[in-house]
């Protein structure tokens, strides 16, 4: 289990000393008690999935603002966090792949589709959401309906 990895690294970095992969883990593991304890049960690999992936978003979002205020030093510092983060992220689907799943999961809900094109963003969404970005899977989207 994904949490279990987490835990496991956690606690190698704090005894090799490695202050910056121990503050992010820790950070990370924050997040997860703090969703655990909202939602009052244990997250799944998917649910833990979603909140790394907040975490790089709001890290890469930070990062944009320190290099508009030239602080390279922070720019370098928040890099080191998303790659860290990033190796708990599954693969994300190529391009070609995403769109791949995607016409495969609208040829499964033809029906709904055809009925209302906008209702296959949800669907897409909850089954494509831990292998890519929601900003590429929305780009996807819209590539397949202008074709």
Same mark, same amino acid.
């Given at each position: 289990?994904? @949490?279990?990895?987490?835990?496991? #690294?956690?606690? =190698?970095?704090?005894?090799?000393?490695? =202050?910056?992969?121990?503050?992010?883990?820790?950070?990370?593991?924050?997040?997860?008690?703090?969703? %655990?304890?909202?939602?009052?049960?244990?997250?799944? #690999? #998917? %649910?833990?999935?979603?909140?790394?992936? +907040?975490?790089? @978003?709001?890290?890469? %979002?930070?990062?944009?603002?320190?290099?508009?205020? $030239?602080?390279?030093?922070?720019?370098?510092?928040?890099?080191?966090?998303?790659?860290?983060?990033?190796?708990?992220?599954?693969?994300?689907? /190529?391009?070609?792949?995403?769109?791949?799943?995607?016409?495969?999961?609208?040829?499964?809900?033809?029906?709904?589709?055809? +009925? $209302?094109?906008?209702?296959?963003?949800?669907?897409?969404?909850?089954?494509? +959401? /831990?292998?890519?970005?929601?900003?590429?899977?929305?780009?996807?989207? $819209?590539?397949?309906?202008?074709?």
């Amino acid at each position: 289990m994904l @949490k279990n990895k987490i835990q496991l #690294d956690l606690v =190698t970095a704090l005894k090799s000393k490695n =202050t910056e992969v121990l503050s992010v883990l820790r950070l990370l593991m924050s997040a997860v008690k703090n969703k %655990e304890i909202e939602i009052q049960k244990e997250l799944s #690999d #998917d %649910e833990i999935i979603a909140i790394i992936q +907040k975490q790089v @978003k709001e890290l890469a %979002e930070a990062k944009e603002l320190f290099q508009k205020g $030239n602080r390279n030093d922070l720019v370098v510092q928040n890099e080191k966090q998303i790659a860290i983060l990033q190796c708990y992220l599954p693969q994300e689907l /190529s391009a070609d792949e995403l769109e791949l799943k995607i016409k495969q999961i609208i040829d499964q809900n033809k029906d709904i589709y055809q +009925k $209302n094109p906008k209702a296959i963003i949800g669907i897409c969404m909850r089954e494509l +959401k /831990s292998k890519s970005s929601s900003d590429k899977i929305i780009a996807a989207l $819209n590539k397949i309906q202008s074709v």
